[in-house]
T-cell receptor, first 111, second 114 residues
Framework: AQSVSQHNHHVILSEAASLELGCNYS??????LFWYVQYPGQHLQLLLK??????LVKGIKGFEAEFIKSKFSFNLRKPSVQWSDTAEYFC?????????FGAGTTVTVRA | EPEVTQTPSHQVTQMGQEVILRCVPI?????FYWYRQILGQKVEFLVS????????KSEIFDDQFSVERPDGSNFTLKIRSTKLEDSAMYFC????????????FGPGTRLTVT
């Protein structure tokens, strides 16, 4: 079974700072990769996904992620965060018949 | 935009009681899932459901758990005799295509077993 690691448990940064959240999964082969976001009091929402093709994928709200197959990584980035990006971010990988999730990273953006 | 909905948002029950958590998946979706997240832990897969039967289930999904799609819209998770360790947030999800594609999640039901 896939194991998904998210490197940071809690990230605190100021508005306009750049954000990068790490995600690694445990084994290769064909993978579908996802980042989900959970804003306070809301449900998990899909930010972006990678199935195939261009390894740099763009999602909603200015987020992007880069798939690096050789590193088993799918890191999430945003060049300039806003206070409204305060949320919990989950990386997920398809694992046969289900999604396997990382532990999540809480991002706090200070105004 | 269509959304997955779940009721109730919070359920408090006593140990040993039965609970039913309800979900309305997105209407044209064919695959349905339950996940749970114990406080401070990862989101964990419980079960997937397709074509009116369980496709896959995890080792967490023991005989105390069951799922049902009683009509064309609802998808329920029943816990027959709740235990303290069942306290968690339970998420329903649905997808148009199979489980390797994007899944859309509901807001969750927080289950508290006392």
């Amino acid at each position: 079974a896939q194991s998904v690691s998210q490197h940071n448990h809690h990230v605190i940064l100021s508005e306009a700072a750049s954000l990068e959240l790490g995600c690694n999964y445990s084994y290769g082969g064909t993978v579908n990769l996802f980042w989900y976001v959970q804003y306070p009091g809301q449900h998990l929402q899909l930010l972006l996904k990678y199935f195939s093709g261009d390894p740099l994928v763009k999602g909603i709200k200015g987020f992007e992620a880069e798939f690096i197959k050789s590193k088993f990584s799918f890191n999430l980035r945003k060049p300039s965060v806003q206070w409204s990006d305060t949320a919990e971010y989950f990386c997920a990988v398809n694992d046969d018949y289900k999604l396997s999730f990382g532990a999540g990273t809480t991002v706090t953006v200070r105004a | 935009e269509p959304e997955v909905t779940q009721t109730p948002s919070h359920q408090v029950t006593q140990m040993g009681q039965e609970v039913i958590l309800r979900c309305v998946p997105i209407s044209n979706h064919l695959y349905f899932y339950w996940y749970r997240q114990i406080l401070g832990q990862k989101v964990e897969f419980l079960v997937s459901f397709y074509n009116n039967e369980i496709s896959e289930k995890s080792e967490i999904f023991d005989d105390q758990f069951s799922v049902e799609r009683p009509d064309g819209s609802n998808f329920t998770l029943k816990i027959r005799s709740t235990k303290l360790e069942d306290s968690a947030m339970y998420f329903c999800a649905s997808s148009l295509r199979g489980p390797t594609y994007e899944q859309y999640f509901g807001p969750g039901t927080r289950l508290t077993v006392t």
